[in-house]
Each structure stands twice: as structure tokens, then as C-alpha cells.
């Protein structure tokens, strides 16, 4: 079994800041991208920022220079900084990781529960 378990969503007024973290756990052997996505009401989830094992980031266009993603391989976390936060931003958030468990070969994609994230004054 692996689960993702994330924490940090909330309200937040407009250009203000949230930091999102999620944790994986279970019979993990390796993890290669962790990241997040968004699904606001009515529209297609997408993708916010992932990131290689290796530290190689990835940002989705609506989010370029108001987010920080940052990962700790050791402890198989990955947090999301956000700031300069718009009511545009609202969605639930969702955590995703692809995890190659133990005794596997294949790699598996896995997400967590979500996180609702609510800008507004």
C-alpha cells in the first residue's frame, strides 16, 4: 500500500501565501517525480509544478514566478510554496507521485486525497 497525505490548503486573501505539503508512505522503493495538480470547478486538472529526484522542476504557465516546489528524496516529501496568491488560484489541489514499490517493476502513478485552496477577501 502507498498513500499520499497532504496538509496546508486553506483560505487565504488575495496576495497572500500558502505553503502545501505532502507526504508518501508504504512499501516505497523509489520515487522518480513527485508534484502537484489542480482541479477547479468546471475546468480540466492541471498540472501546478512537479519535480525530478534529481531537483529538475517543472512549472505549469498560470503559476511561473509565484511558486516554489521543493523535495526531500530522504524523507519522500514534496512542498509546494505559493504566493502572491489570486482568487484564480482556488481549486483543490491534489498531490501526485510516481512511486515504484517494492518488490514491483513497473512505476505507478499515485495520488493523495486533495486539499482545497480557497483565495479570496
Known amino acids: 500500500q502507498v498513500q499520499l497525505v497532504e496538509s496546508g490548503g486553506g483560505l487565504v486573501q488575495p496576495g497572500g501565501s500558502l505553503r502545501l505539503s505532502c507526504a508518501a508512505s508504504g512499501t516505497i522503493f523509489s520515487i522518480s517525480s513527485m508534484g502537484w495538480y489542480r482541479q477547479a470547478p468546471g475546468k480540466q486538472r492541471e498540472l501546478v509544478a512537479k519535480?525530478?529526484?534529481?531537483?529538475?522542476?517543472n512549472y505549469g504557465d498560470s503559476v511561473k514566478g509565484r511558486c516554489i516546489i521543493s523535495r526531500d528524496n530522504a524523507k519522500n516529501t514534496v512542498n509546494l510554496q505559493m504566493n502572491s496568491l489570486k482568487p484564480e488560484d482556488t481549486a483543490v489541489y491534489y498531490c501526485?507521485?510516481?512511486?515504484?514499490?517494492?518488490?514491483?517493476?513497473?512505476?505507478?502513478?499515485?495520488w493523495g486525497q486533495g486539499t482545497q485552496v480557497t483565495v479570496s477577501s
Open positions: 501526485n507521485a510516481d512511486i515504484k514499490r517494492t518488490g514491483n517493476v513497473a512505476i505507478g502513478a499515485y
Open positions: 519535480i525530478t529526484s534529481g531537483g529538475s522542476t
